[in-house]
């Protein structure tokens, strides 16, 4: 069974920093994309950043220049490298990823996969 596992949420301080990691584990075979979004209380689920294979990125215009993703292809992993926190970046944070994951007869299917969420507090 293919899942997606977050770590590295915390609470921190304004100004402070925190590593988020994210593992995807199972039958893969492939990465289309991998990437991070987060929900704040009374707000929408937002895209906060993301990478394709090829190794395009793309950055929520809020956290631009404060976060940075990256990735282990060998790892099957993404990372979100969070500096300069701010109070407004209070979330919980979701992995999301893009597959090609193996189904039966020895077939393939690109599957979008969602982790199970974790918490970043950044206090004023």
């Known amino acids: 069974q293919v899942q997606l596992v977050e770590s590295g949420g915390g609470l921190v301080q304004a100004g402070g920093s925190l590593r988020l990691s994210c593992a995807a584990s199972g039958s893969i075979f492939g990465i289309r994309s991998m990437g991070w979004y987060r929900q704040a209380p009374g707000r929408q689920r937002e895209l906060v950043a993301s990478m394709s294979s090829g190794g395009n990125t793309m950055y929520a215009d809020s956290v631009k220049g404060r976060f940075a993703i990256s990735r282990d292809n060998a790892k099957n992993s993404v990372y979100l490298q969070m500096n300069t926190l701010k109070p407004e970046d209070t979330a919980v944070y979701y992995c999301?990823?893009?597959?090609?994951?193996?189904?039966?007869?020895?077939?393939?299917?690109?599957?979008?996969?969602w982790g199970q969420g974790t918490q970043v507090t950044v206090s004023s």
């Open positions: 999301n990823a893009g597959l090609w994951v193996g189904v039966g007869s020895g077939g393939l299917r690109d599957n979008d996969y």
